[in-house]
């Protein structure tokens, strides 16, 4: 981290083996993703509620390159919902659960950003040849024209092709030069 852990506590008293536990959670996020910026906790214990038992809250703000991530446990508002009447440690382990799972979803979310996805070019067909075997030529941007065989249309769609169809495709080399393959028409219903 490149800002030193920050930890505060409000309305009770601290005690090392929190101290150490808190640490040791963010040592884990740390080694997870080593890009954290900076971690701060508060542990809180808002009120002191004798009969039901004492609750904490727990807030983690966690930064990362371009955005803050916040997890966070509160007591809940009912005080007789015993299931969240958990212990100081118990709490501070659910928050940090929380925590990674926001951590975890950034980083794949960050990984798909990065992730660019190539479009296939764009062609029409300019010529078809059906008696003679069943190939054509694409006409692509550029002016060149690129040879397709019938097996290479996806789905079997060759006899439905016609001059001026619009396709993408997969440039590859050739015997003669360049030619065309998994070419799939782009219309109403077979748009990609």
């Not at 536990?21 to 808002?46: F, K, N, T």
Request: hydrophobic share 35%; aromatic share 8%.
């Amino acid at each position: 981290m490149q800002v030193p852990l920050q930890i505060a506590f409000h309305n009770l008293d601290c005690s090392d083996a929190i101290k150490e536990l808190i640490e040791e959670r963010v040592a884990w996020l740390e080694r997870y993703y080593d890009r954290i910026i900076s971690c701060g906790v508060v542990v809180e214990e808002p009120h002191r509620r004798h009969r039901q038992g004492n609750q904490y809250q727990v807030r983690i703000d966690l930064t990362v390159p371009g955005v803050e991530l916040v997890s966070k446990h509160e007591p809940p508002d009912h005080p007789d919902n015993s299931a969240r009447n958990w212990d100081l440690a118990t709490t501070i382990r659910h928050t940090f659960d929380i925590a990674r799972r926001r951590l975890e979803e950034y980083v794949r979310r960050h990984r798909n950003e990065v992730k660019s996805h190539e479009t296939l070019p764009r062609a029409r067909v300019s010529q078809l040849f059906d008696a003679a075997g069943g190939y054509g030529f694409l006409a692509t941007s550029d002016g060149r024209e690129v040879y397709f065989h019938r097996n290479a249309v996806l789905n079997g769609g060759f006899d439905e092709l016609a001059v001026g169809s619009e396709v993408t495709f997969v440039e590859e080399p050739g015997d003669k030069g360049p030619q065309a393959s998994t070419v799939r028409t782009i219309g109403r219903n077979n748009e990609k």
